[in-house]
């Protein structure tokens, strides 16, 4: 994995002088940046791409997101480039920190290594949404909680995912409307975090993800996300996850992004409620 960052950081270095600056695509339509570091909403990865690149143009984004909840608190940041408006490469990582534990692991470190290619159409123009198909190689850092909770997989995990994104001008009241609407296969545990598989289930299941959101002005939307999540480990039950999100994007610059979070019960902790933040810069 330490060579997959050296060559990301190096294609970052190289290709973000390419882009013009991505005047070719409209404001919002790049989305935010998704918490395993795809470009999307806060939970679930869009068929949208991370930058602003029209299709001969290349970009780059950082971000950084912070959720805090009762006993745990998550944080990630990573980087991300859009190439042609057609392939999103991202390098994320996160790190989960178990607030009540007196000893012993108290935090938990995964990567992230996503790839997205963008299959068919358009999320403005069109009749028919953007499809894209995107992938997800997640990496432990340290594997003894995993191995502690019965994860059949305590060292690395793969997504696929599949997602339809579609915006509907002045559909609402005149403002426009937003959904997405992704499939994915996947064995994890608390999005990789308690490692993949388990006791329960071993194999790869399809789980639902989608968001709505209504677009106030070409700065402000409001939406709902929801994903569903598999339930491995007869131990530890794991419920499915939600967020009412606001996302403020003044330019083609940065936006952000706050949430209320609701991701069930984590590792037997119930009510995991809190604040989500995120911020996003899109370099050129």
Avoid at 19 to 42: C, F, I, P
């Amino acid at each position: 994995m330490v060579s997959l960052r050296l060559c990301f950081i190096a294609m970052l270095a190289t290709t973000s002088g390419f882009a013009n600056g991505g005047s070719g695509k409209l404001q919002e339509t790049a989305g935010v940046t998704q918490l395993e570091g795809s470009g999307g909403g806060g939970l679930v990865p869009w068929a949208t791409l991370s930058g602003y690149d029209s299709r001969d143009e290349w970009s780059s984004s950082v971000f950084m997101t912070r959720v805090s909840l009762p006993d745990y608190r998550l944080q990630a940041f990573g980087a991300s480039a859009s190439v042609y408006d057609r392939i999103e490469i991202s390098l994320a990582r996160q790190t989960f920190e178990l607030k009540n534990v007196p000893f012993g692991e108290r935090e938990i470190n995964q990567q992230i290594l996503g790839l997205k290619g963008r299959l068919y159409g358009d999320i403005v123009y069109g009749a028919w949404p953007q499809v894209a198909l995107g992938i997800q190689y997640k990496e432990l850092g340290n594997e003894v909680i995993a191995s502690a909770v019965g994860a059949e997989n305590t060292n690395s995990g793969t997504d696929i995912y599949l997602a339809a994104s579609k915006a509907h001008l002045g559909a609402l009241m005149g403002y426009n409307l937003v959904w997405d609407l992704t499939l994915r296969a996947t064995k994890a545990n608390q999005f990789g975090l308690l490692g993949y598989g388990g006791d329960n289930n071993d194999s790869y299941e399809m789980m639902v993800e989608a968001s709505l959101a209504t677009l106030f002005s070409r700065q402000l939307a409001l939406g709902i996300e929801f994903r569903q999540k598999p339930d491995n480990l007869s131990a530890l039950e794991e419920e499915d996850a939600f967020d009412i999100f606001l996302a403020y994007i003044p330019n083609k610059n940065f936006n952000i992004t706050v949430a209320w979070t609701d991701l069930g019960t984590i590792a037997g902790e119930d009510d995991q409620t809190g604040a989500y933040v995120s911020l996003t810069g899109y370099l050129w």
